[in-house]
């Protein structure tokens, strides 16, 4: 099993902004040194706590002081960009960073983005199909392209000058493109068999319930026979929020504090839900009241928060529920202890991926 990193990031709205970017840059820098294999980073427009509104962007920053991590978008909302804009900003993002890039993309999830783009009530996963075929009909064509859809047209036949470069489009760095990704969020995600026999790879989101995350296995597994793969659970990337440390007490305390990092990352994501209609997908048993899902239940039922060994067994078992994956995705939360984050970071390194990975035979 791989280790891997993924973050929304999720900061209090109190904190100041330009410490938290430095420390969600430090965070990746970390993982390159532990030798985590991948790490993808979200984005928002709109959101004071979800505060990277380019996760592209930060990436490039990243591009010339990582070595060996790969990095990848966590998603590209593709309905709140143009897709010609993204086709051009994710080529180059893949040449800076010599095909270290993973194209990770989405319709978004939240819902101020949505209606700041104007697209709150529209047919966002229309718009997110159509801008992935677009972004790929731009790399794998010529110019002039003529590209025509619902939602855009891209054409340069009026002004190419293709002698000057005018028009012309820059292809990625791999060919044909960059591996593409997409996260699931919800129990049975009907899309990842679309996903998946498309030859995308899928991410299991860290807020889902063990069960939830087992029913995305049937449809990963379909969608690949369906390209006519033998299914690969070596494909599949399921993240979880863990905290690691040297001892019980701090564990429990720093993982499982209503007030502390985590608590505040799964009170944004439940209020967030809710108000979305969504706070179903939190429930292990859908009998459950609303009003029992509650921050602490979250804490209880979606944190690993331990020892070394406490986590290990816990992430065995948790593999035992949802089946075999390929890559863990480590989740970063919020810095509220600098030191204890970073030696988490370090514990999950350097001790639990070679005990896990010892009791998996692998």
């Not at 330009?18 to 790490?39: M, N, S, Y």
């Not at 909302?77 to 040449?95: G, Y």
């Not at 054409?155 to 060919?175: H, I, N």
């Amino acid at each position: 099993m791989k280790l891997g990193y993924f973050t929304m990031p999720m900061h209090p709205p109190g904190r100041n902004y330009t410490q938290t970017l430095k420390e969600d840059r430090e965070a990746i820098l970390l993982a390159d040194r532990l030798g985590f294999a991948e790490a993808f980073i979200g984005e928002h427009i709109s959101d004071h706590c979800e505060s990277i509104p380019s996760c592209l962007s930060f990436i490039a920053s990243l591009a010339h002081t990582t070595k060996n991590i790969r990095l990848g978008s966590g998603t590209v909302n593709l309905p709140n960009h143009h897709p010609a804009e993204v086709a051009a900003h994710v080529a180059m993002i893949d040449h800076l960073l010599e095909g270290r890039f993973i194209f990770g993309i989405g319709p978004g999830g939240l819902r101020s983005d949505m209606e700041i783009m104007g697209n709150l009530e529209r047919d966002r996963t229309a718009m997110f199909l159509e801008s992935i075929d677009q972004i790929c009909a731009l790399w794998a064509g010529e110019p002039p392209y003529n590209i025509e859809g619902k939602f855009w047209n891209i054409s340069t036949a009026r002004t190419l000058m293709a002698e000057t470069g005018q028009g012309v489009f820059v292809k990625p760095y791999q060919l044909p493109h960059p591996p593409i990704v997409v996260t699931a969020s919800s129990p049975g995600a009907k899309g990842l068999m679309s996903a998946t026999a498309r030859g995308w790879a899928p991410i299991s989101a860290n807020f889902l319930q063990p069960g939830g995350v087992a029913t995305h296995w049937p449809g990963i597994a379909e969608g690949q026979r369906l390209a006519g793969i033998q299914p690969d659970w070596r494909t599949w990337r399921v993240a979880k929020s863990i905290f690691v440390a040297d001892d019980e007490a701090t564990a429990k305390r720093y993982g499982r504090d209503v007030n502390g990092a985590y608590g505040f990352y799964f009170w944004n994501i439940l209020a967030k839900r809710t108000s979305a209609n969504q706070r179903g997908t939190f429930k292990r048993d859908p009998a459950m009241s609303d009003d029992a899902v509650t921050v602490e239940y979250l804490l209880d039922t979606l944190v690993i928060a331990g020892t070394v060994n406490h986590v290990v067994d816990e992430i065995l078992q948790f593999r035992e529920t949802i089946g075999p994956f390929g890559t863990l995705l480590y989740c970063g939360h919020d810095w509220v202890d600098p030191a204890l984050s970073r030696r988490s970071m370090e514990l999950m390194a350097n001790e639990v991926m070679p005990r896990l990975n010892r009791a998996l035979g692998e």
